[in-house]
């Protein structure tokens, strides 16, 4: 035998047989968590199919009200030739369903209703999505304070919390609608349309905050004895800057799942508000009113009142399902 060879040469045709392996052999490219999700939520077919409904709807919500000024859609127009009759109903069958008016004609007025359910479904979005960013930053604020501080400051905060909590959400909104709308106009803000959504941005946002603020307040309580905090605590950095740039970014899983969860709550609740009569008013249009108007024709004109209302059980439906998949893709304690 020859003598055995050295640890330089050994070296050497170690490196040269690693030079010889295929590249997506010699590279092992680790993964971030947003990747990780990524990854569990595309194995997620309901998911999936959830997301590009979502996708489709927040497409229409920001493209209807540019259609609607373009005269595509005619959410406003009145078409008298096709309603007449005992109580103006719509002259064609199905509620004068057609290639012109895929979803038919409103009794009465004879308004597109598919051209309505769109910008409704433009108006309802927005108003959830306002509300859920607001009871994001609410709720984060409250629940990063509470948490990091302990103490008086986290047993007030949580009292504040578990106190507007107590309250019937729905009575409330209800009951505060008059005198909160009164003040919003008297800050300038236009009366009618501008004057309701911005009321159901409001109590909405603020309303939802509480429960997120319990959640994030939780998670704090675990975070807050980490080195990095630790770490950022020893360098001298403030308060503000632990909460916000230290703490913050660690919680940007619960918050997206919140999100997700929340707005399709949000949705229904403006709808719900809507349909009472506190929400956005005719003639602008919202899924809520629009049921609300099609209650009085739910025997005579039965698509009037179905089509609007399979509409908005399916835009919750997706987003909650979304919510869902990206709580079960988020968690890594949850069974996939």
């Not at 020859?2 to 640890?7: C, N, R, T």
């Not at 309901?46 to 005269?71: D, E, R, T």
């Not at 719900?272 to 899924?287: D, E, I, M, R």
Request: with cysteine; aromatic share 10%.
């Amino acid at each position: 035998m020859g003598a055995p060879l050295s640890q330089i040469e050994l070296d050497a045709e170690t490196v040269e047989g690693i030079g010889a392996l295929p590249e997506r052999e010699r590279k092992i490219a680790g993964r971030s968590p947003a990747q990780i999700a990524w990854l569990h939520l595309r194995r997620d077919v309901v998911s999936m199919i959830a997301l590009g409904v979502c996708v489709l709807i927040v497409l229409i919500a920001i493209a209807s009200p540019f259609l609607a000024n373009a005269k595509v859609l005619e959410p406003y127009a009145f078409h008298n030739s096709l309603v007449g009759g005992l109580g103006s109903m719509p002259t064609g069958g199905w509620g004068g369903m057609g290639w012109s008016h895929w979803f038919g004609v409103e009794p009465g007025t004879g308004r597109d209703v598919f051209s309505r359910v769109l910008l409704g479904v433009s108006f309802s979005i927005l108003i959830a999505t306002s509300a859920t960013l607001l009871s994001v930053l609410i709720g984060g604020v409250i629940g990063i304070i509470s948490g990091y501080m302990g103490g008086a400051s986290d047993f007030w905060l949580s009292r504040f919390m578990d106190l507007v909590l107590c309250f019937p959400q729905t009575l409330m909104l209800l009951a505060l609608s008059p005198v909160l709308k009164q003040r919003i106009s008297d800050l300038g803000v236009p009366a009618g349309t501008a004057t309701s959504a911005v009321y159901l941005i409001l109590v909405l946002g603020f309303f939802s905050g509480p429960y997120f603020g319990r959640i994030i307040r939780g998670q704090v309580l675990s975070l807050r004895n980490r080195e990095f905090v630790e770490a950022a605590r020893s360098l001298g950095a403030k308060r503000r800057r632990i909460w916000f740039r230290e703490l913050a970014p660690n919680l940007w899983a619960p918050l997206l799942v919140f999100a997700s969860l929340t707005l399709p709550l949000n949705i229904g609740a403006e709808a719900a508000l809507s349909f009472l009569g506190v929400g956005l008013q005719p003639p602008t249009p919202s899924l809520g009113n629009i049921l609300s108007n099609s209650v009085n024709y739910y025997s005579a004109d039965p698509a009037f009142f179905y089509l609007p209302g399979i509409t908005l059980v399916l835009i919750v439906l997706a987003f909650n399902l979304l919510g869902d998949g990206l709580r079960d893709a988020l968690d890594p304690k949850s069974a996939r």
